[in-house]
């Protein structure tokens, strides 16, 4: 099985590495970094390099594919390679997803038209403009598609989708060894868990957070 997770320049590195930590464990998975020209791209923040081992042409026929978000994501709203990278490989896939604003690329591409699906909590309503319908859930399943929301939840979605692929004992047994038990110091991911002052001052800066 070859999972194929795209790069792009300004990608959020949970987006991609949350779910690669999972998936890439899958028995028998091959999991390669693919992008529109090899070598290095920058993350969202700027401070870690990420590397395109393959380029768009050289992964054809991927059995999953899935598409990280991040700032870098508006550059990949308009029709060309990726989307129509994205396209010809959706063919043949078993699984297409996408963490975080990676499904509002996936929406451009025409992939999510009349399709359920989630996005950052932020973007989540952008979807509607490219004719998904947005949900306001962590991960959501329409057919072989799958979105995960904003960043972390890409942990979540991968775990779910090894469910699907090799059993709730396999999908336990990735959740144990990566010791994925999570108990934050605060009940504040979702915006409606925080003080509105809160979420209004997260928005001044949110093209450096996300």
């Known amino acids: 099985m ?12 949970l987006d991609a590495v ?14 390669v970094f693919v992008g529109e020209k090899l070598g290095e791209v ?18 054809l026929r991927p059995d999953v594919v899935l598409v990280p978000g991040g700032i870098g994501q508006q550059q990949h709203m308009l029709d060309g390679q990726v989307h ?7 063919e043949h896939t078993t699984w297409t997803t996408s963490i975080c604003t990676g499904s509002l ?11 359920r699906a989630t996005s950052h909590w932020v973007r989540r309503d952008d979807l509607a403009r490219y004719g998904a319908v947005p949900m306001h859930r962590r991960v959501v399943f329409d057919g ?15 775990l779910t989708l090894v469910d699907l692929m090799g059993g709730s004992e396999l999908a336990q047994a990735i ?25 209004a ?5 949110k093209d450096v957070i996300f």
């Open 18 to 31: 949350g779910p690669y930590e999972v998936l890439s464990r899958f028995p028998g998975a091959r999991t």
């Open 42 to 59: 920058r993350t969202d923040i700027g401070t870690l390099g990420m590397t395109v081992d393959a380029t768009l042409d050289e992964v």
């Open 105 to 115: 690329i996936l929406a451009a591409a025409g992939l999510l038209t009349g399709r």
């Open 84 to 90: 129509e990278w994205l396209r010809a490989v959706d």
């Open 144 to 158: 072989k598609y799958v979105t995960g929301g904003g960043v972390s939840a890409g942990i979540d979605m991968a």
């Open 201 to 205: 001052q997260l928005l001044t800066y």
């Open 175 to 199: 959740q144990c060894g990566i010791e994925y038990d999570p108990h934050p110091p605060y009940d504040a991911g979702a915006p409606d868990k925080v003080d509105p002052a809160i979420v």
């Open 2 to 13: 070859q999972i194929a997770i795209l790069l792009y320049d300004q990608v959020t590195a």
